[in-house]
């Protein structure tokens, strides 16, 4: 829920910008963009990361709770995560 309320926020401050710079500094306007589309990348690839960790944990706990964590596709599994990290 907070992510939603982080993205209304920064969707109210990024309004506020444009409008700003509407009145103005179209080159003030470009380095935001600019650096906004860098800064939503980093956060991107931070969330993927995150994201792969919680499914990695959610998958084992899957497997242990139906008894296929002894399974030979298990070990393979884990070896295809290691190779992706």
């Known amino acids: 829920m907070s992510v939603f309320f982080d993205h209304l926020a920064f969707e109210a401050h990024f309004n506020a910008v444009v409008r700003f710079t509407l009145g103005g500094e179209s080159a003030f306007f470009d380095g935001i963009v600019r650096g906004l ?37 298990c070990e393979r599994l884990s070896m295809r995560e290691n190779e992706d990290d």
Request: aromatic share 0%.
């Open 37 to 73: 589309e860098r800064a939503c990348a980093d956060t991107r690839a931070r969330i993927i990361r995150s994201s792969q960790h919680i499914a990695r944990g959610v998958l084992e706990d899957a497997l242990q709770e139906v008894g296929l964590n002894e399974h030979p596709l």
